[in-house]
Structure formats: C-alpha cells, structure tokens
C-alpha cells in the first residue's frame, strides 16, 4: 500500500497547488473585469476549486464510472456539509448573504439533482440527461454574467499582473491538475483495493475528499476575509459545475446504469445536500432569525450528518 498511498498523498498536493494556482488567476481576472464576490465565487472560484473533480472524473469514467459517480455526488456533499459547516462553526460575526445568489443559480442545481435519477431508473436516458446537464450549466453561466451588471458590491482594485501572466499561471494550473489526477486516482484505487472498498466507495469517499480539498482551503481562507459572499457562491458554483457539467460530461461517455444500491444512495445524497443549500433562502423568505448558536448548531450538524452518510455508505 506503501507506494500507492504516496500517488493519493502526492497526487493530493499537486492538485491543491494547481487548483491554487487556477484560483488565484481566477481572483485577478475578477479583478480586472470588475465583477462582484459572488459571482466571482459562482463562476471563476468556483471553476478553479473543481477543476480536480473535472480531472478525476473524466480520467476515470472509461475503466471505472462507479468511482467517477461517487466522486462528484462526494464532492457536492463534502462541499455543504464540510465546507459550509466549517465555515458556520466559526462564523463569528460575520453572515452569509446568500440572498445575492437567488433562485436563477440554485433551481438548475435542483433540476439536475432530480434529472440525473433517470441513469439509473432508464438508463438508454443518460445521453440526453447528460445533454440537458450542460445546458442547465450554460444558462446558470450565462444568468451570473448578465446579472453581475446589476450588483453594486464589485471588486474595484485593478490587478497588477499582465494579462499573459495570468493566463500563463492559469495554464500551469490547469497542466498541473491534469498530470496530478492521473496519479491521484492510481494511488486511490490501490488503497481502495487494498482496504476491500468498492469503486463507488472509493469514488465517495476517497477521491471526493481528496478532489475537494481546494473548496475547504479557498473558502476558508475567503472567510476569513470576510468575503462570505464568495464563500457561499463558491460552494454553490462547485456544486453545479459539479454536477450540471462533469457529470454532464461524464454522462457523454459511459452507458452505465447506475442502478446498484450504492449509486442510488449516493444521488439521494447529492439530491439532499441540494436542498440544504435551498435552505437559506427559504429563512430569507420565511424572515426567520438566526443567531449565532443557530449557526453553530447547524455548522456541527453538517459535519455530524457527513460522518454518519459515510458509515452507511461503506455497508452498502
């Protein structure tokens, strides 16, 4: 297990310092085009924290679809539960305004949630599910774009580095990530194997962990610089990237039916953290008040409720 377990650890690193790298030219494009934190978080943040998923999966759907499934339906998960229940741990002061991201950004993340159960409930269906994934990405795309016109809060200091250098450390990232997935997802499949775990399981737990590291570090680090408007449109944008296009992508090439227990678990899952991320809005709405302790109580709950879907995912 020893040299496979150094693939995961590597593998690990390098696509942490290539998503970095990918979110930083991501921050100074914002910059440069003027555009508000959270649509900087839905968009180009959000883009950058997924790239490892989008490596992984695609590197992985061929031989091994069930750990490309669990990877992204584990990522998303990972992202409200983790990423989010952190950040409400130690929220302080400081609150969300998730009011900013509304319902144009969240209802093709619900919409897909519910699509992508026709995999496995009529499989010849994973073509055209797949199509209609993408293109609830490009209208939540587009929708950011024209709206981030309309906000007031946007990034006005100019960025300092030329547009080539940008564009060169973006490419470093994106070329960083691609040779780092490969053995990112060679060492877990060996651990995995080692330790008896399916392919889903792997894929859930292993490489959803790994591939979603850059979300918890970025957010975090956005938190703490009290840009909590990225740190929610992050997480939103992750998912539906996650979602709307890999697994869009993903669905392209393979003609799998996801109809194992395992699979099906890992949707209702996905389906879930979907709605939580809902949630917030429905309070807005609701004009519910939430102090402090709420946010605590809630951000404790996330990480007690991850801990527990992991256990019953290992038994199926």
């Given at each position: 297990?020893?040299?496979?377990?150094?693939?995961l650890?590597?593998?690990t690193?390098?696509?942490m310092?290539?998503?970095?790298?990918?979110?930083?030219a991501s921050l100074?494009l914002?910059?440069?085009?003027?555009?508000?934190?959270w649509?900087?978080?839905?968009?180009?943040?959000?883009?950058?924290t997924?790239?490892p998923?989008?490596f992984?999966s695609l590197?992985?759907?061929?031989?091994h679809p069930?750990?490309?499934l669990?990877?992204?339906?584990?990522?998303?998960a990972f992202?409200?539960?983790?990423?989010?229940?952190a950040c409400?741990?130690?929220?302080?002061e400081?609150?969300?305004?998730?009011?900013k991201?509304?319902?144009?950004?969240?209802?093709p993340?619900?919409a897909?949630?519910v699509?992508?159960?026709?995999w496995?409930?009529?499989p010849?269906?994973i073509?055209?599910?797949?199509?209609?994934?993408?293109v609830?990405?490009a209208?939540?795309?587009?929708k950011?774009i024209?709206?981030?016109?309309?906000?007031?809060d946007v990034?006005?200091?100019?960025p300092?580095?030329s547009?080539?250098s940008v564009?060169?450390?973006?490419?470093s990232?994106?070329?960083?990530?691609?040779?780092?997935?490969h053995y990112f997802?060679?060492?877990?499949l060996?651990?995995?194997?080692?330790l008896?775990w399916k392919?889903?399981f792997?894929?859930?737990l292993?490489?959803?962990v790994?591939?979603?590291?850059p979300?918890?570090?970025?957010?975090?680090?956005a938190f703490?610089?009290?840009?909590t408007?990225?740190?929610?449109?992050?997480?939103?944008?992750s998912?539906?990237?996650?979602?709307?296009?890999?697994?869009?992508?993903v669905g392209?090439?393979?003609?799998?039916?996801f109809?194992?227990?395992?699979?099906?678990?890992?949707?209702?899952?996905?389906l879930g953290?979907t709605?939580?991320l809902?949630?917030?809005?429905?309070?807005?709405?609701?004009?519910?008040p939430?102090?402090k302790?709420?946010?605590?109580?809630?951000?404790?709950m996330?990480?007690v409720?991850y801990v527990?879907?992991?256990k019953h995912?290992?038994?199926?």
């Amino acid at each position: 297990m020893g040299m496979h377990l150094f693939y995961l650890m590597a593998g690990t690193v390098a696509m942490m310092v290539g998503a970095d790298y990918s979110v930083r030219a991501s921050l100074k494009l914002a910059q440069r085009w003027g555009w508000p934190d959270w649509v900087a978080g839905m968009l180009l943040l959000a883009l950058g924290t997924s790239l490892p998923e989008l490596f992984v999966s695609l590197s992985s759907v061929s031989e091994h679809p069930e750990v490309s499934l669990g990877n992204l339906m584990g990522s998303n998960a990972f992202n409200v539960a983790i990423v989010l229940g952190a950040c409400l741990l130690f929220i302080g002061e400081k609150k969300f305004e998730v009011a900013k991201i509304g319902w144009s950004s969240l209802w093709p993340l619900l919409a897909g949630s519910v699509f992508v159960f026709l995999w496995f409930q009529y499989p010849p269906s994973i073509f055209y599910s797949s199509i209609l994934l993408i293109v609830l990405y490009a209208w939540v795309v587009g929708k950011s774009i024209k709206t981030k016109a309309e906000v007031d809060d946007v990034l006005k200091e100019a960025p300092k580095t030329s547009t080539a250098s940008v564009g060169l450390m973006c490419l470093s990232g994106f070329i960083l990530l691609a040779v780092a997935s490969h053995y990112f997802l060679e060492g877990a499949l060996g651990v995995a194997e080692e330790l008896a775990w399916k392919d889903g399981f792997a894929g859930f737990l292993l490489a959803a962990v790994g591939t979603s590291l850059p979300e918890l570090f970025t957010s975090l680090y956005a938190f703490k610089q009290g840009r909590t408007q990225a740190v929610f449109g992050n997480v939103v944008g992750s998912n539906a990237f996650n979602l709307l296009m890999t697994g869009g992508i993903v669905g392209l090439f393979t003609h799998q039916a996801f109809d194992d227990e395992s699979s099906q678990f890992m949707l209702f899952v996905n389906l879930g953290a979907t709605v939580l991320l809902i949630a917030p809005l429905l309070i807005i709405k609701l004009r519910i008040p939430i102090s402090k302790s709420l946010h605590t109580l809630a951000g404790l709950m996330l990480l007690v409720c991850y801990v527990l879907v992991i256990k019953h995912a290992h038994t199926l």
